[in-house]
């Protein structure tokens, strides 16, 4: 697998239930692109689920620098949050939340038991997920005179560029986005055009 690829989610998963001796296990898989979400997703499935004892998930962001962090919600220590993590994990998935709801049903199931529960429910609601692949881009802006405007469009054209951005006037503004593995080519495709400015954005 190319280095600039990573796997995430094309959208929230249906939702599913796994039953343990009547406990009952609902997982969902969200796509998420910072952490700011999460707080309003759990908050949503709280509420859905109101007689639920626990709301446990786990999220991972980032492509190259990863983040993530696993929730028990009042279960035992690392009986729920790591568990779900680790699926997190074994599909490669990344910009993703899972949780897992749980309401009792009156029976004990044990720290093993939760372990294997909300594993199984994360696995479920991952493998109900639709699974992409994207690229990681990286950004340029482009500064050049508007005369230089024709030479400029050859090359985004002639390579396939995807323009994000563009101001067009005297002085010309273009914020291009590429795969981060033609990154390099692409700067110095650019730098060696005479009267243009390539820069990298964020």
């Known amino acids: ?7 995430t989610l094309l959208g929230p998963s249906p939702e ?13 898989a969200f796509p998420i692109s910072d952490e700011g979400e999460v707080k309003s997703i759990i908050e949503s499935l709280q509420k859905k689920h109101h007689t639920a004892n626990h709301v446990c998930y786990a999220w991972q962001l980032g492509e ?21 993590y680790g699926q997190i994990q074994s599909f490669g998935v990344t910009n993703v939340l899972v949780a897992v709801a749980r309401i009792f049903g009156g029976t004990k199931l044990g720290v093993g038991g939760l372990i294997q529960a909300y594993r199984e429910a994360a696995q479920m609601a991952l493998e109900g997920a639709s699974i992409i692949e ?3 881009e990286s950004h340029f802006t482009i500064l050049f ?16 560029i995807t323009i994000v951005s563009q101001k067009m006037e005297l002085k010309c503004e273009l ?18 055009m005479q009267h243009i400015d390539i820069k990298k954005s964020d």
């Open 145 to 160: 005179n508007y005369p230089e405007m024709d030479k400029v469009m050859r090359v985004v054209k002639r390579r396939g």
């Open 175 to 192: 914020t291009i986005s590429v795969r981060e593995s033609e990154a390099e080519q692409t700067n110095q495709l650019f730098e060696e």
């Open 16 to 28: 599913i239930l796994f039953k343990d001796r009547k406990s009952k296990f609902y997982g969902y």
């Open 64 to 84: 190259k620098h990863i983040t993530y962090r696993a929730n028990d919600d009042g279960e035992p220590n690392n009986s729920a949050g790591m568990p779900i």
């Open 1 to 7: 697998m190319k280095e600039d690829v990573y796997k």
């Open 134 to 136: 994207k690229t990681i």
